[in-house]
């Protein structure tokens, strides 16, 4: 077949699908058009999506002291949930005031021994916790609402992956199942009986079995929030699916990456075809956009530039942001602005390029700069008046700065 033709009939298929879906809005398969983006990005300005940028410094307080954040964070009806170092969770307002501390770490019943992705429930503000074969929910204030129990006899592994309350009766859970340990995502209820099971695909397993069993980063189950539901990425498999509240679960998008997919045949570590792109890190969904990270590989029109800390070299990879606006199935690779910055070029405030670490609920993106850095970068030409009097009243030493962006309605 003519490329040409190809190309018509792929365009066709795509048309067609995004017809069939147009009876339910709030289903409607959009199609993520990777392999139509490759080659092509540019330079994207934080005005073109978002109103307002504001930078909170988080209370020094005695009782948490952050330094280098490493876990996860989350903003959700006007409070800042900072994961500190995996043992606990820092609790702030709004303002960056200091209010409490979350930790039940430790052995016990009651207790977790890892907050390592944890879910914010957003309409409660309680924490789900995923630990060795137990599901907790807290309140933010610390007191246990609910322990399940997962036994070995549930047909599946839980050693403590990703948790997330899903309506008001069910968790949803990563883990992999016991005949032959292939990942899967389980739905249980209150009292741990299994009520869905979300198989992996076949085909992605078949990729792993190519490689002897090893699973690679490409393979990973990813899972991201939107409002009432979760959406599921199983490894490099194209269908982006959407679990609700009622336990439906429906193909939310679908990522054409064209012939540059990940295949059993391509897979096999030392291959040397090079033809593969694939989903890397986070995904973040607000209203309007999808937020990606892809590795492009050797199709990577311009390499991601960084300095080494240790070496103080710049060196490169292939990673690529990337915008999918949901309102009309627009798809743009976003062009890093400066070495060592990623995502949206601070425009509206003169600060560094900003890049979502979460999306809360009520449509506000959320980052971090250690008060180091803040006060490094308010010495950089065009910076703000606003962030060069901020930075004036730190110290390095003190706790991060939060950077909140409101997204455009």
């Known amino acids: 077949m003519k490329k040409s033709a190809a190309k018509s009939l792929v365009v066709l298929i795509v048309l067609c699908l995004i017809s069939c879906s147009q009876e339910n809005n709030e289903n409607d398969l959009r199609i993520i058009d990777l392999a139509g983006g490759l080659g092509k990005g540019r330079i994207m300005k934080l005005s073109e999506i978002a109103s307002d940028i504001q930078y909170i410094p988080l209370e020094t307080a005695k009782e948490m002291l952050i330094g280098k ?29 200091y209010i409490r501390t979350f930790n039940r770490l430790g052995r016990g019943p009651q207790e977790y021994e890892s907050l390592h992705n944890p879910d914010v429930v957003c309409n409660s503000g309680n924490i789900v916790v995923g630990t060795q074969n137990r599901v907790l929910e807290y309140t933010s204030q610390g007191p246990l609402i609910r322990s399940l129990n997962i036994s070995p006899d549930a047909g599946f592994v839980f050693s403590g992956g990703e948790a997330f309350k899903l309506g008001d009766n069910h968790y949803l859970l990563s883990v992999g199942v016991t005949d032959s340990m292939k990942p899967a995502t389980v739905i249980v209820d209150t009292s741990s009986k299994v009520i869905k099971l979300i198989d992996y695909p076949e085909e992605e397993w078949k990729i792993i079995e190519v490689n002897n069993g090893f699973r690679r980063s490409f393979n990973d189950i990813k899972y991201f929030k939107f409002k009432g539901k979760l959406r599921v990425m199983n490894g490099t498999d194209p269908n982006i699916l959407g679990v609700d509240e009622k336990l439906n679960v429906d193909t939310s998008y679908i990522i054409n990456y064209g012939p540059y997919k990940i295949t059993p045949r391509n897979a096999k570590i030392g291959s040397t075809d090079k033809a593969k792109v694939y989903s890397y890190s986070d995904v973040f969904e607000s209203d309007n956009y999808l937020f990606m990270q892809f590795n492009l590989g050797p199709f990577a029109h311009k390499p991601y530039l960084k300095t080494a800390l240790i070496t103080g070299k710049v060196v490169s990879n292939n990673i690529s942001c990337a915008l999918f606006d949901k309102r009309n199935n627009t ?79």
């Open 69 to 97: 954040n490493t876990g996860e964070n989350y903003y959700e009806n006007g409070i800042f949930y900072i994961n500190s170092g995996h043992i606990s969770f820092g609790i702030f307002d709004k303002t960056g005031k």
């Open 331 to 409: 798809f743009v690779l976003i062009d890093q602005p400066e070495i060592d910055q990623t995502g949206f070029v601070d425009d509206i405030k003169g600060g560094p390029a900003f890049w979502p670490q979460y999306i809360s609920s009520d449509q506000y993106m959320i980052s971090m700069i250690t008060a180091d850095e803040f006060i490094s970068l308010s010495e950089n030409p065009g910076c703000s008046e606003e962030i060069k009097k901020l930075a004036m009243t730190l110290d390095e030493s003190y706790n991060p700065v939060m950077v909140m962006v409101k997204l455009k309605r």
